[in-house]
Structures are given as C-alpha cells and as structure tokens.
C-alpha cells in the first residue's frame, strides 16, 4: 500500500457536487468552493455530454470521493471489481482522496439503505481487515465516516470505542460527520462534545457537515436536505478547537436552495476555520511568549 498521511490533499471549504448542480455552479471558481466531492458509483464509465461536463470540473477543482456501496461491513466478499474501477476513475480524473461510510449495505445484493454494524470485537477485526484490503488495492489508505444509525445490535463496546479500535488496527483515516454526531447523540442520548473529544481526531483526513430532519425531539433523521442548524455548527468549531482546521465539505443531497445559500454556508464553515486558525496563532504566540 502506497502511504500517505491522515490528512486529504485539499483545503477549505468544499460541496458536493450532484448532477443538478452541474450547470448552476459553472461560472464559480476556487475562490468560492475551494474542492468538491462525488460518489464516483456515479461517475464511473459516464461518457457524452456529461462525461465532458464532469471533466470540465474535475479540470478546474480539487475532488475527494465518498463511496456509497463498498459495504465495507458486509458479510457478502469484498467487492474487488468496484474497488479497480474506483482507482482507474480517481487516476483518470486526479481524484484527491477516497473515503467510505462505516456501514454495511449489501448481502446477496444492495439493500439501498445504511445498516448498522455491530460494535463488538469480532466486528472490528473483519471490518479492519476488508479496510487494509481496500487499502492495497486503491494503494493509499482511505477515510471512514462515522456513520449514523437508529439502532445499536449486539453492542458490546460504544460507538466512540468501536470507531477508534477500527481505525487503529485499520491504519486508516477518519472522514468526521459532525450533522451524524449530533444526530446520534439526540437518538441515542450521549454528549455530542464529549463524543468528539473521544474520537481519533489526529486521523481526521477530511469533514462532513450537513442538515437532518427533525422527526421528534428525540428522533432526528440524516437527510442531508436542510440547512446546517446551529448546534451542529458549533460542533464544527469545536471539531477545529480539538483537531485543528480540516478540510470541510457541505453535503446538500435533495431540496436544493438557490446556489447563494449554498454559498452563505460554505462562507460559514470559511468564516469558522479563520476564527479557529487565528486562535490557534494567539495560543501560540503566547506559549511562545512564555518561554521567552
């Protein structure tokens, strides 16, 4: 496996790119959105027009990719196919990073949904081995997100426990969702701060962030078609306090608003990584003036 660090190879703020935004995000730049991100089952073999569109961005923005069917939980084998075309398309269009959803989705065929895995011991031994699998044959270590979820089967550790001991025999990175931090922590009643605090923040390679659906006030559901609400922004910062400034990307899947909202969140998450790099020069500045 080819080594790289913890960390994608892009900066600021980024969006994900549908195809409906194709024509709308045209005439924007770098200045505004600084990389974006596919799910390359997408993209991959897509010719004509639309091939040529797709290139016209992957030529002008930095680009990560976030798998959808990897199942990287699955008990099904790993689908070694899937993993091939996804390196030939990220060497095609110079594809940044790749990360994958810690869930499984398939067994005898896609279930079309995010399931769950359990958190047991067992769990993370075969997890981590189809990780280090997918690893050597896209040759970089990949990104897994923590996922959200509505149910907790055969739990024999907690998420956060779960999530580390992964990562750690994995030697994989960890792509954050903060909307799916505080999801979780309204469905399954824990402190979304302390849970961050918990997870490996040094492995952090890119971030997510989104809005959800209010079902109940005890039940909220990823959607990733509403506006990011205040509480999960301050998540954000506080993701920077613990772990430094990374590369965060706006999810907008369905319900998308005009591209100026967009824009207004995107500036958001820029306004945010400078109040948290300008703190961290303060912080050290002044431990600098202590030694002095």
Not at 55 to 61: G, I, K, Q, S
Not at 265 to 285: F, S, V
């Amino acid at each position: 496996m080819a080594v790289n660090n913890f960390t994608a190879e892009v900066s600021g703020a980024g969006l994900g790119l549908r195809r409906s935004l194709l024509h709308p995000l045209n005439h924007l730049g770098t200045d505004e959105i600084q990389f974006m991100e596919v799910a390359p089952e997408n993209w991959i073999r897509v010719g004509g027009r639309l091939g040529k569109e797709f290139r016209a961005y992957t030529e002008r923005f930095p680009f990560v990719c976030h798998g959808l069917s990897l199942s990287i939980g699955s008990p099904a084998p790993l689908n070694r196919e899937l993993l091939g075309d996804i390196r030939d398309f990220m060497a095609q269009h110079q594809i940044r990073y790749y990360s994958e959803h810690l869930s499984y989705s398939s067994d005898q065929g896609q279930l079309y949904d995010l399931l769950p895995i359990p958190f047991t011991e067992e769990a993370v031994h075969y997890v981590a081995g189809r990780i280090r699998e997918a690893q050597d044959i896209l040759g970089q270590r990949i990104a897994i997100e923590n996922a959200s979820y509505y149910c907790a089967p055969q739990q024999e550790m907690s998420e956060a426990e779960f999530i580390n001991a992964v990562i750690r025999e994995a030697d994989c990175a960890l792509l954050l969702d903060v909307n799916n931090v505080y999801v979780n922590s309204i469905n399954h009643g824990y402190d979304p701060v302390e849970f961050l605090r918990a997870l490996p923040g040094e492995r952090t390679a890119y971030i997510h962030i989104a809005g959800h659906f209010l079902e109940a006030e005890d039940l909220r559901v990823d959607t990733h078609g509403a506006p990011v609400i205040d509480p999960v922004w301050q998540l954000l910062a506080h993701s920077y306090e613990f772990f430094g400034v990374k590369p965060t990307l706006l999810e907008r899947d369905f319900n998308i608003p005009p591209i100026s909202e967009l824009l207004a969140e995107l500036q958001q998450i820029t306004a945010l990584q400078a109040i948290a790099t300008d703190q961290r020069n303060r912080n050290k500045n002044a431990g600098l003036s202590l030694v002095l």
